[in-house]
């Protein structure tokens, strides 16, 4: 969950390191260091502290730092409190370590070298250093340190690592937690992830597993570890060169909600052919949709909740078999999965470690499998038989947005395409779906264009302490969202309930104290959800209702409403998301939050 960066070249390191950890910090934003080599006192100096990267901007800021190597870290804790001690780098003798993920056997490390009245913090980094030390002192060789202290580790892990003896050289080795590297004109660069190259190259490759990687300022070469070299393989990056700003917006989020036209509109081109889902680009063959008999989609957070919205598409149209599964519990829970099924993981980053796991669970029972990521060549992409990409360019605020509705977008995609090659749908048939989910771009730029609308129902919930997200059907699926984004961002206890499932107690806890936000788009569903919204109101309930403009009528005009414009039904789940996302965000914004970074959250959870 940290963010990692290390850079060896022609130009001083202390502002790429700081720009770059100011890219990272959604990874984790509770502490920041860098370590450089300095050439006038031949060793290598660490700066840190427990705070934002601007903290550490400021510890840096009268010193003179020459360097033109270095490493950094932004950290989300797991071992030891957030602390400066607790901060990376972590230096023992010869070695200075940053590090993600989590080194399991630290304890029995701490034993077995008799560590622990050298240690200085409570990290199982400090101690993955120690032990790189011993083995340096052991073998006189990083490379072979390396090789000996990694066989050591248990756990996942990439470590960037500076050897005293070595001015001027990166290494690194890895273990499921990512590691991306680039060698350009300016110099060798690597990161814990994409965001933090793109202003330097549009190339770059990924760090296979334990391979041992040793930068020079215009060398990267890489061993496994049995010493045979590894030819970097460069992929190219789509994202634009400024991706990663903010472009003048005040926050990310909001940028990343206002981008959804272009995110979706990316997503869906070329991925249709004569207005029929066609996945040749993908290299998708339809054998996948045509030979599975059940469906299980694998995710965390919010792309399992786009996993929701897919399942109930894939009942209505298809009248398949499917189950969504917290990757988290899915191996802990005997699932059912065979040869026949097709697990679907879905995941933005593409490195989450329960999604990941998940999916290599499911496919040694024999699933064949498909990947909706946005990070190209992530863990997931890498593990899965194929991959779908979401087109949405980087995400960078850790409440996910633009991720959400363009995993939507390939799952709707899917859908029409399993309906149309497994004969449910006629081509006139979905050639109309086809054409109806091209309009959305267009229908949610008209919520951007209204968001004045949302802010000014936001400013009703600044004050609440508690609140319900009620609706039925496709419109409970994007509540569970809706609801997981306000909780995030605006610290508000938010719960989604399914409408008619309310009477069955929660309606307890409802008072004038509680708002209730609905959402009302299903036609076939709205006058019983007019009926639970009315018991709400009737026990003292503040009602904020997005609703669908066909289905406005004289008796939703007493409540504060925002008019969701039309699309079929199917397909309202786009402009309802997106209005939700506005209102979370305009509530955490005008409430002074950090909206980009919630308290104790990180972008990437790598791990378990
Ligand atoms: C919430 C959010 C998380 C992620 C979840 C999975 O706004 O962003 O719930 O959706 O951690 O992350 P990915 O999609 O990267 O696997």
Not at 63 to 90: E, F, L, M, Q
Not at 127 to 137: E, I, P, T, Y
Not at 233 to 240: F, G, I, N, R, S
Not at 299 to 315: R, W
Request: a negative charge; glycine letters at 6%.
């Amino acid at each position: 969950m940290c963010g990692i960066i290390g850079y060896t070249g022609k130009n001083k390191v202390k502002p790429i390191i700081i720009d770059a950890l100011t890219t990272l910090e959604y990874r984790g934003y509770d502490s920041a260091g860098m370590a450089v080599y300095n050439p006038d006192k031949k060793r290598t100096e660490v700066y840190k502290c427990a705070g934002r990267v601007r903290d550490l901007s400021k510890v840096c800021e009268d010193k003179n730092i020459d360097s033109t190597c270095g490493i950094g870290h932004t950290r989300w804790a797991t071992h030891g409190g957030v602390c400066d001690a607790n901060a990376h780098p972590h230096t023992q003798g010869s070695v200075t370590v940053v590090h993600n993920g989590i080194i399991e056997n630290y304890k029995d490390l701490v034993e077995e070298y008799d560590l622990a009245s050298s240690l200085k913090s409570e990290t199982d980094t400090e101690v993955a250093a120690a032990v790189l030390d011993r083995c340096h002192a052991e073998t006189g060789d990083p490379k072979k340190a390396i090789t000996k202290a990694v066989r050591k580790l248990k756990g996942t892990f990439a470590l960037v690592i500076l050897f005293d003896g070595e001015p001027d050289v990166i290494y690194s080795i890895r273990n499921v937690s990512p590691i991306v590297a680039t060698l350009s004109e300016e110099g060798a660069m690597l990161a814990s992830d994409l965001t933090a190259l793109t202003r330097f190259t549009n190339k770059y490759f990924v760090v296979p597993e334990y391979t041992i990687v040793r930068m020079t300022r215009d060398s990267v070469t890489m061993w496994t570890l049995d010493g045979r070299e590894v030819e970097p393989e460069y992929l190219t990056m789509d994202w634009e060169k400024n991706s990663a700003d903010k472009n003048g917006y005040p926050f990310y989020m909001e940028k990343e909600i206002m981008e959804q036209p272009k995110a979706i509109r990316d997503t869906i081109s070329g991925r249709t052919k004569a207005g029929i889902p066609n996945f040749e680009a993908d290299n998708i063959p339809d054998s996948l949709f045509t030979d599975c008999e059940r469906i299980c989609v694998v995710a965390c957070g919010t792309a399992m909740h786009a996993g929701l919205v897919f399942q109930s598409l894939v009942k209505t149209r298809l009248q398949m078999h499917i189950d969504v599964e917290m990757a988290s519990e899915f191996m802990y829970s005997d699932p059912v999965i065979d040869d026949k099924t097709l697990v679907i993981a879905v995941s933005q980053s593409g490195e989450t470690i329960d999604t990941l796991e998940a999916l290599k669970y499911a496919r040694r029972k024999g699933a064949r499998s498909l990947a909706i990521i946005n990070v190209k060549g992530s863990s997931i992409a890498r593990e899965s038989d194929y991959v779908m990409y979401t087109n949405a360019g980087p995400e960078i605020a850790v409440a996910s947005t633009k991720a959400y509705t363009t995993q939507l977008a390939v799952f709707y995609l899917i859908v029409y395409k399993m309906a149309h090659i497994r004969g449910v749908m006629d081509d006139d048939e979905v050639r109309e779906c086809i054409r109806n989910l091209k309009r959305v771009p267009e229908v949610i730029g008209s919520v951007l264009d209204g968001r004045k609308a949302v802010h000014v129902i936001a400013r009703g919930l600044l004050e609440a302490k508690d609140l319900f997200m009620i609706g039925r059907g496709l419109d409970y699926s994007i509540l569970l969202e809706g609801s997981l984004k306000l909780k995030e961002v605006s610290y508000i206890h938010s719960e989604a309930y399914a409408s008619g499932e309310l009477k069955h107690g929660p309606i307890a806890l409802i008072t004038d104290n509680t708002p209730v936000v609905a959402v009302v788009t299903q036609e076939r569903l709205m006058s019983k959800e007019l009926s639970n919204i009315r018991e709400v109101k009737s026990r003292g309930a503040a009602i904020a209702l997005f609703i669908k403009a066909d289905l406005i009528q004289q008796s939703t005009r007493e409540f504060d409403t925002f008019m969701l414009p039309n699309l079929p039904d199917e397909l309202m789940v786009f402009p309802a998301s997106v209005a939700l996302q506005l209102l979370a965000y305009y509530v955490s914004s005008d409430k002074g939050f950090d909206v980009d970074k919630p308290r104790n959250l990180a972008k990437v959870v790598t791990v378990e």
